[in-house]
């Protein structure tokens, strides 16, 4: 246990500080620390501390260290008030905590921590920022992480227009890329298909992505349009959701033969359970069947590709959110000629999620495919003029740090005015993730 001294003086002045506030310590101040060393002599520089995490596990994500002869070292940071609460805690046989780099204590630095993994994580006592917890002048933090940022093409921004320019071009090459990615698979696979299995993989949320995306394909777009052609729209909703919680083994009935899907449901709330997920997505999916009765406004019945391509031709002409309106209502499946009457299928927040991240890029991926300049041209000038989308943890922290250098007092929350700079947010983290890993 490593919470008392070795040399019997007592409880370090760390040690006195509740974890919590430990952790606050760490945020604010472990950059502007010049190096931390372990017991075993491993010399360690906090270039981003990491994103303090919500969930449960370690304290910190995705953080950066630049470890003396290794280079950058990217990982989770867990702390604690002494070494033992480690293990007291049980983090040593919780898999979530195997992304651990470094584990930072109050006390006294201990052997290095063993991760469930088998691998170790160095242990390093905070106890060097004392003095900057007392020194309110210290300098800013983050510009070693900037600094590496720069190599990539995204330097720190001293001004509001700096960092608008920034985020819009961070979003627009996130959008890009998005689009590049679809273009590619579209060489391969049918367009409906490849819609189809990136609206499936959004409705996943963070947790069950890989398993939605199982799902798509296991029950593809094809076999939804041919089981449900001709069918009255309740009818084909109701088929729909019978066959895909049958193959998802989510109703309940023993399937011999096919692996189960890894499904993650641990405090997954009501509202996000996949068998809700996929009630949602056969709503969605229904009108635009093959087959369906055609709409008087072209869409319906046309196949997901095509009528997500002629929802957005429809609004061309209108301003503002007309221009995504219907194509919205249609993602949350509460369009009146989707299907049956209710409450949305899928929520306003995260149909507008599967617009920016899915249908949008899709559509420019495959206009740009097929040498379709109207559609190109409609999908990204909809994807920048797109209002913003609800925050997160990502967003929220990337804000943050660009914020760090902006000398006239510019307002972070008013640059980042929509859904373009939002994605441009989510894409510097994309790139900090990666760094010491390869290109972004």
């Known amino acids: 246990m490593g919470g008392r001294r070795a040399d019997g003086a007592g409880a370090t002045r760390l040690e006195q500080i ?34 303090a995490s919500t969930t449960a596990g370690p304290d910190f994500r995705d953080a950066l260290l630049l470890e003396e002869g290794m280079g950058v070292v990217r990982g989770d940071v867990e702390i604690h008030v002494t070494h033992g609460e480690w293990e007291s805690h049980g983090h040593t046989g ?25 691998q170790r994580a160095a242990v390093v006592s905070l106890e060097p920022l004392l003095p900057l917890l007392e020194d309110r002048g210290a300098a800013a933090a983050g510009g070693g992480l900037w600094a590496l940022m720069e190599a990539w093409g995204y330097g720190l921004p001293s001004t509001a227009r700096e960092l608008g320019a920034l ?26 298909q490849v819609l189809y299995s990136a609206l499936m993989e959004a409705l996943g949320y963070s947790q069950n992505r890989d398993a939605f995306l199982d799902l798509a394909g296991r ?58 997920r996929i009630a949602g997505l056969a709503r ?8 369906s009765n055609p709409s008087p406004d072209g869409w319906r019945g046309r196949g997901l590709a095509e009528g997500a391509a002629r929802l957005l031709r429809n609004g061309r002409e209108a301003k503002g ?23 949305k299928a899928v929520g306003r927040a995260r149909a507008r999620d599967m617009m920016v991240n899915c249908v949008l890029p899709f559509l420019h991926g495959w206009a740009r495919s097929g040498g379709d300049g109207e559609l190109d041209e409609l999908a990204l000038e909809g994807y920048r003029g797109f209002p913003k989308l609800q925050e997160n943890e990502i967003t929220r922290e990337m804000a943050r740090l660009a914020s ?6 510019g307002d972070t929350r008013r640059v980042v005015d929509g859904a373009r700079r939002q994605q441009g947010l989510v894409h510097l983290h994309r790139v900090m993730s990666r760094l010491g890993n390869g290109s972004p």
């Open 167 to 192: 985020l819009d071009r961070a979003g627009d090459d996130r959008f890009l890329s998005r689009s590049r990615r679809y273009g590619e698979r579209l060489m391969a696979e049918d367009p409906d």
């Open 18 to 51: 509740p974890e919590r506030l430990l952790a606050v310590l760490w945020k604010q101040r472990a950059a502007r620390q010049r190096s931390f060393r372990s017991r075993d002599g491993r010399t360690f520089r906090v270039i981003y501390p990491g994103r």
């Open 404 to 409: 760090q250098g902006l000398a006239d007092g």
């Open 219 to 276: 029950v593809p777009y094809s076999t939804l349009e041919g089981m449900c052609s001709g069918l009255p729209a309740p009818q084909g909703v109701a088929s729909m959701e019978a066959r895909l919680l049958a193959a998802a083994g989510l109703d309940h009935r023993p399937r011999p033969g096919a692996p189960p899907i890894a499904w993650h449901l641990f405090r997954v709330r009501p509202q996000n359970h996949p068998r809700r």
């Open 321 to 343: 959110k007309g221009r995504w309106n219907t194509l919205e209502r249609v993602l949350t499946g509460s369009c009146p000629a989707a299907s049956r009457a209710g409450p």
């Open 94 to 118: 919780d898999p979530r905590y195997n992304g651990v780099v470094l584990h930072a204590v109050g006390g006294p630095a201990g052997e290095s921590t063993v991760l469930r993994s088998g």
């Open 284 to 291: 969605v999916v229904e009108p635009f069947l093959r087959g």
